[in-house]
């Protein structure tokens, strides 16, 4: 079960174990790990960089699944920027194809958006 640390009790009732306020419990055996205070602390790091809670965390730990780290949270507005960019790039192939050939204007815009592309990365991640 995932619990908020947050001391408002609604925390509760947004956890996905919680339908209505009563609990849906789907998983009936507890285990007890008794961790040291560097453990604890390297648990707690692990998981709220990967943005998940404890239990899941060690869960998937325990199936032998790689977690990463949770993607950055300007990552979809990169991505859509990113996007717009190949969008850009892939009108220019598309006359560059039906002519047969490229014009140096063409050759510029094309470096113009992929040196745009390398500084935005770079900026935003």
Same mark, same amino acid.
């Given at each position: $079960?995932?619990?908020?640390?947050?001391?408002?009790?609604?925390?509760? &009732? #947004?956890?996905?174990? &919680?339908?209505?306020?009563?609990?849906? @419990?789907? @998983?009936?055996?507890?285990?007890?790990? *008794? #961790?040291?205070?560097? +453990?604890?602390?390297?648990?707690?790091?692990?998981?709220? !960089? =990967? %943005? $998940?809670?404890?239990?899941? /965390?060690?869960?998937? =730990?325990? $199936?032998?699944?790689?977690? *990463?780290? @949770?993607?950055?949270?300007? /990552? %979809?507005?990169?991505?859509?920027?990113?996007?717009? /960019? %190949?969008?850009? #790039?892939?009108?220019?192939?598309?006359?560059?194809? =039906?002519? %047969? @050939? =490229?014009?140096?204007?063409?050759?510029?815009?094309?470096?113009?958006?992929?040196?745009? !592309?390398?500084? /935005?990365? +770079?900026?935003?991640?």
């Amino acid at each position: $079960m995932c619990i908020s640390a947050s001391p408002n009790r609604d925390a509760l &009732f #947004l956890c996905p174990d &919680f339908i209505g306020g009563i609990p849906i @419990r789907k @998983r009936n055996n507890r285990v007890v790990v *008794h #961790l040291n205070d560097a +453990e604890l602390s390297k648990l707690e790091q692990d998981s709220a !960089t =990967a %943005g $998940m809670c404890r239990e899941k /965390y060690i869960r998937l =730990a325990l $199936m032998g699944i790689t977690i *990463h780290p @949770r993607p950055p949270d300007n /990552y %979809g507005k990169v991505l859509q920027q990113l996007s717009a /960019y %190949g969008n850009n #790039l892939n009108q220019i192939a598309h006359v560059v194809n =039906a002519t %047969g @050939r =490229a014009t140096a204007e063409q050759l510029d815009t094309a470096l113009q958006i992929l040196e745009k !592309t390398w500084d /935005y990365v +770079e900026d935003t991640l």
